[in-house]
């Protein structure tokens, strides 16, 4: 690939990445002052990764403003006011000799009197001329633009200041993301992990390309001790290099006193030591523990997103793809694992094994490769000429045929659907015990989870389910991630978004025994509760630092991503969609990608009259940050719809904002409102649009089962034909549909454009509902109003909400049955009820759960408990001090993982202050409970009264262990800041969280989860204030 754009002989050579990134708008309106004048100054020529890059915006250039240098400052004033019509004053005649054509003559030896009017006149003139010159002096220095002086003046560009590398000298390098000069092709990689002494050594030979003349070499590298290092240029010979480091940035470099000429070829050869992490990033030890007590060790990889530097020196950027060759040393009784599958073994002199994988068939970037060193075993078939394979520790392979039988099925759907087969020979999928992701999509080679992998044969559909969907997420990035990728990672959306959309889509396909619609519904409204706050971002979105890197791995890049994909779906005609993503793969293949280039797929996949430019429509989908209310007003048969940014904000004004959508609206009536047929599209590009309806509809429902990513307003009359429709007939509307009015008002409510009394009068009608997601998106709702009353210790409100809830959902909650369920869709329904419940100290749930507990315990553990119902059942068993010690028992040395975390779940849970403080302590020292389980213990702890203020208390006091733990911005810290946070609602509490946070500093100050947390504690403080008086007076 041409990394520069030859279309313009007469613009420097700049990288491709600068051009398609926007950095270039339009041509500048160029004014030549001085055509016959010698040309500004020349200035050494620079490097192209060094050209300070200028947005062209619509600006006036002036050129040839005299032959004489003049400084910076005096040169952009000179230009500024010969521009303007003007000339300086008071400068010597010996600096204007040169440039001026006239010569100065000799004063009249007389002159007559001015009059008053001339020289107040004068005065004036030079006052004016004498301010300007001060003003345009004291100016930084400048060019002038039509719109003023808004851009730094690149006529001269500015050195820049190198840092200092480790051996004092100066780095040749000043910026977070990496020179293009230099392409990686291939890399050759030779590692020896000691599982005993946890270190490694490694031997990395990276084979490289030149694309334009350089004098250095720029990669990354973190916490390697290098300790030899070769270059070798063309067929020379390897000659000794020095490598400087500059750890901020964890880059090393390698300078040259002559330049390396574009079109060559160079071998950089490394040979380092490095511990293995204690951490879960980068080439990291674990360990795990089996029934008969014996400890095992192991090693495995988590390099997304930038944490491939940690084990091997390599160009650690999604943009440098590039092939590998990997070898490990291994001693007998383990098994290595990469990306490809294993090419020979080799028994070493010392009496260890040399295992060496096959050169990849692929170019992968960097965070995709990885590798395992560990005693596991396996199950594999053949499918469609790809071997899939599941590893695990010995005593769990019986749990594994799940995940083989879903992976092999998934992988002939994807293989159909996109039209292009998997690329790779194998396909194995492994479970790490410790392992802080869910999974990671390591190309040939992805890792989990033990929970996101292995199932039991007495496992629930709910348990099924949950493996299914990581199962066809990390599948999914094979082909969207792997196959082609984005440039950068400001667009991860087109990797996590598409990755979690055909999740949803694949398992709703090829198993709908596990009713995936549901959760997929919830998440969507999850993703828009997190978007409507101000700290949200785009989806693809600005970033420049490794913890904007880390954060960009949120329910914006991933739930906002799937829900808009769904959107644009639904939108789209026929198989429009599934053309356009064919297309897309297949023209980039191998290759990176921005957003445009996937709506540019999607447009041309349907050339009509018709068709809408996907680029046009999507753009203010992921350029802009929130969604869109659309407000209904009717009047006869006339509706205007209007919309507006749905921005939740705390000083209760109304926030003006020129933010518009081309929203797909899709609504229904009664006279049509179930079948896919009756939907009808109406596209509102504008500030507000109208359509026609029949003069006999009673009522409209917009977005027809919530596949549009927009909340709903239909005022009062909308609202009340509403509610009367759902009174007469329940089944007037989808569940989808049932559900999103629920969703829709409560956002409505924090809005502060409908009152609570508002939604008490929707949730009239829920005591004839019967379906799981208009159920438990009420329960959801109405349980955090409750809980929050509760830690804000209005005891009496509290009290009320509970009989409230109970009085709507007690008939419901009776009938549940607590026998095994093969339903997943009812489990989903009775797990929210009955844990609800028994929250609220329902007698007949609390009875039901201990007795199913004492039947658990008496039968040695052989009467199992229903998957849906452990959480219900332990959480009430954790209440009592001796089923508490019972349930940590248990947890000891149980090995059916999802059951292990159930438990643990229900032991935060209890109310005993000094059990709290135990859990929270082991969850962080690492050796009762695994670290990684850390952020859920806390969550759990979090969700009790007793525990919520021990909680938060705990991260303050060990914020900087838990930052060492994890990454600052990583989703186990977004998520630690979050549970801790989200149930405040005082002023008392804003201050001491915002006041904490503030303090952190680089330490974690700036995260958009800490500016999330204070915006959510506001807005839960100005909720109370605004309803606290309707909730006295309605509850």
């Known amino acids: 690939m041409d990394p520069f754009d030859s279309n313009n002989a007469e613009r420097a050579n700049l990288p491709r990445n600068m051009i398609e990134n926007s950095m270039f708008e339009e041509e500048p309106d160029v004014v030549d002052l001085a055509k016959d004048s010698t040309a500004f100054p020349t200035f050494p020529a620079l490097d192209p990764d060094e050209v300070a890059y200028e947005p062209r915006s619509s600006r006036l250039l002036v050129r040839g403003l005299g032959e004489n240098e003049l400084d910076d400052e005096e040169e952009d004033c000179e230009s500024s006011a010969r521009l303007l019509g003007m000339s300086f004053m008071n400068r010597s005649s010996a600096h204007r000799a040169n440039s001026s054509p006239y010569t100065r003559q000799p004063p009249p030896r007389s002159c007559s009197r001015p009059s008053v009017r001339t020289m107040v006149v004068c005065v004036l003139f030079l006052v004016i001329v004498a301010s300007m ?10 060019t002038f633009t039509k719109t003023g002086c808004r851009k730094p003046n690149t006529t001269t560009p500015i050195e820049p200041v190198y840092p200092i590398s480790t051996n004092g000298e100066l780095f040749p390098w000043t910026k977070l993301r ?24 490694g031997h990395t030979v990276i084979t490289m390309l030149v694309l334009h003349n350089t004098k250095r070499i720029v990669l990354h590298s973190a916490d390697l001790n290098i300790t030899k290092s070769t270059l070798k240029l063309d067929d020379n010979t390897s000659i000794d290099v020095t490598v400087l480091e500059y750890k901020p940035r964890q880059q090393i470099a390698v300078k040259f006193t002559e330049e390396l000429k574009a079109g060559q070829h160079c071998v950089l050869t490394l040979d380092y030591s490095a511990n293995l992490s204690h951490n879960y990033d980068g080439f990291y030890n674990s360990s795990y523990t089996d029934k008969s007590g014996t400890k095992s060790v192991l090693a ?22 590039a092939s590998f060759l990997v070898k490990i040393t291994r001693e007998h009784g383990y098994i290595a694992l990469s990306n490809m599958p294993k090419a020979k073994t080799t028994t070493l002199l010392n009496g260890l094994q040399l295992d060496e994988f096959e050169k990849s068939s692929v170019n992968m970037s960097t965070y995709l490769v990885a590798f395992v060193i560990a005693n596991f075993t396996f199950v594999s078939r053949n499918v469609s000429n790809t071997v899939v394979s599941v590893y695990s520790v010995p005593e769990k392979k019986e749990h594994t045929l799940y995940a083989l039988d879903t992976a092999s099925k998934l992988l002939k759907f994807y293989n159909t659907f996109f039209d292009i087969n998997y690329p790779l020979s194998k396909l194995d999928l492994v479970a790490i015990p410790d392992f802080l992701a869910g999974a990671m999509e390591n190309w040939g080679l992805i890792t989990f989870r033990e929970t996101s992998l292995l199932v039991d044969k007495k496992s629930s559909p709910l348990e099924k389910q949950l493996v299914a969907s990581v199962i066809a997420h990390e599948l999914a990035h094979q082909w969207f991630g792997n196959l082609v990728t984005m440039r950068w ?8 978004g598409f990755a979690t959309y055909m999740q949803y889509m694949s398992l709703q396909r090829e198993f709908p025994q596990l009713d995936i619609g549901n959760l997929f519904l919830g998440v969507r409204f999850r993703a828009m509760a997190k978007d409507a706050l101000n700290s949200s971002h785009a989806v693809s979105a600005q970033v420049d630092t490794p913890e904007q890197v880390a954060e960009m791995f949120d329910s914006v890049s991933y739930e906002k991503g799937a829900s808009i994909l769904l959107m644009l779906n639904a939108s789209l005609p026929g198989e429009q969609f599934r053309k356009g993503i064919i297309e897309y793969l297949n023209k980039f293949n191998g290759s990176n990608t921005v957003t445009d280039d996937l709506w540019n797929s999607l447009t041309q996949a349907e050339v009509s009259p018709q068709h809408q430019s996907v680029a046009e429509m999507m753009s203010t989908w992921t350029l802009q940050k929130g969604f869109p209310l659309v407000t209904v007003s009717r009047k006869g048969d006339e509706v205007t719809l209007t919309q507006e940014h749905f921005l939740l904000t705390a000083d209760n004004t109304t926030q003006s904002s020129s933010s518009l959508w081309h929203i797909p609206v899709t609504y229904v009536n009664d006279s049509c409102s179930l079948a896919p047929e009756c939907r009808q599209m109406f596209t509102l590009k504008s500030k507000s649009g109208t359509l026609k309806l029949a003069g006999s509809v009673k009522w ?37 549909d049932r559900a999103s009015l629920i969703q829709n008002i409560f956002a409505l409510s924090r809005l502060g454009r409908v009152s609570f009394r508002h939604v008490l009068n929707l949730m009239k009608y829920v005591s004839n509902e019967t379906e799981t997601a208009p159920l438990t998106e009420a329960l959801l709702q109405l349980g955090t109003i409750y809980r929050m009353l509760d830690n804000r210790q209005e005891q009496i409100l509290a009290a009320r909400m509970k009989v409230y809830i109970l009085k709507h959902f007690g008939d419901l909650m009776d009938s549940q049955k607590w026998e095994e369920e093969g339903n997943v869709s009812k489990q989903e329904l009775r797990s929210a009820l009955l844990q609800m419940a028994c929250n609220l100290g329902k007698s007949e749930c609390i009875h039901q759960a201990k007795a199913l507990f004492k039947q658990y315990i008496d039968s040695n553990r052989t009467k199992l408990i229903p998957g849906d119902l452990q959480r219900v059942v332990f959480t009430v068993a954790a209440r009592s001090e001796d089923d508490w010690l019972t349930l940590l028992e248990r947890y000891t040395y149980i090995t059916y993982d999802a059951e292990k975390r159930t438990i643990l779940q229900a032991l935060a849970s209890t109310q005993n202050i000094r059990r709290i403080v135990w859990i929270l302590r082991a969850g962080l020292e690492g050796y009762h409970i ?9 969550s759990a702890v979090s969700d009790g009264f007793a525990g919520h203020l021990f909680a938060w208390d705990f991260v303050q006091e060990n914020w900087d262990h838990l930052i060492k733990k994890f990454p600052v911005g990583s989703f186990a810290i977004q998520s630690i ?10 002023q008392a509490r804003l201050e001491q969280v915002h006041g904490f946070f503030s303090s952190l500093k680089e330490r974690g100050s700036q995260m958009r989860s800490v500016q999330e947390a204070v915006e959510t504690i506001r807005l839960n403080l100005q909720w109370m204030n605004r309803n606290l008086a309707t909730l006295q007076e309605c509850l």
């Open 133 to 142: 010159t001060m003003v345009l002096y004291f100016l930084p220095g400048c």
């Open 178 to 201: 990496l020179p293009v000069s230099i392409q990686p092709l291939n890399y050759d990689l030779n590692l020896n992990p000691d599982l005993k002494t946890m270190t490694f050594t």
């Open 300 to 321: 495995a990889t988590q390099f997304e997103p930038l944490a491939a530097r940690k084990a091997f020196p390599c160009f650690d950027e999604p943009a440098f793809k």
């Open 489 to 496: 990672w400001n667009d991860l959306w087109l990797n996590e």
């Open 700 to 736: 409209l429902k917009l977005n027809y089962k919530n596949t549009g990513f927009y909340i709903v307003h239909y005022g009062d009359e909308g609202w009340a034909d509403l509610i009367d429709g759902l009174k007469g007939d329940v089944n007037v509307l989808t569940s989808e």
């Open 930 to 938: 695994q670290t990684q389980e850390l952020p859920l213990v806390i």
């Open 977 to 986: 800041i979050k549970s801790t946070t989200s149930q405040f609602s005082t």
